[in-house]
């Protein structure tokens, strides 16, 4: 199974960025999606994640501007990401949890990809 994220880039404060990632080489269907965070020196942190059924749930800091959604046939959830503030800016990692084991694992993580927000 691979993760492959996109769409990090540059914007100024109140701007926005949509974030894809794509899960492919399996048949099955994530049963979680999500999205989360990490800048130097901190923790992970949970961003926001949707469920097969569209079930979702987001970090306080982020709901109303942030909102997560999937593809299931595609495999693929998306971050759209609206009144960008300065300190947004980390790295996003999309994560994937199936509800067996998958190639010996459950959780897959994507490479990264980093979101900058200018003041």
């Known amino acids: 199974v691979q993760l492959q994220a996109s769409g990090g880039g540059l914007v100024q404060a109140g701007g926005s960025l949509r974030l894809s990632c794509a899960a492919s080489g399996t048949i099955f269907s994530p049963d979680v999606m999500g999205w989360y965070r990490q800048v130097p020196g901190k923790q992970r942190d949970l961003v926001a994640i949707i469920t097969e059924g569209g079930t979702t749930a987001y970090a306080d800091s982020v709901k109303g501007r942030f909102t997560i959604s999937r593809d299931n046939a595609k495999n693929t959830v998306y971050l759209q990401m609206n009144s960008l503030k300065p300190e947004d800016t980390a790295v996003y990692y999309c994560?994937?949890?199936?509800?067996?084991?998958?190639?010996?694992?459950?959780?897959?993580w994507g490479q990264g990809t980093l979101v900058t927000v200018s003041s």
């Open positions: 994560n994937t949890e199936f509800p067996f084991l998958v190639d010996g694992k459950r959780v897959y």
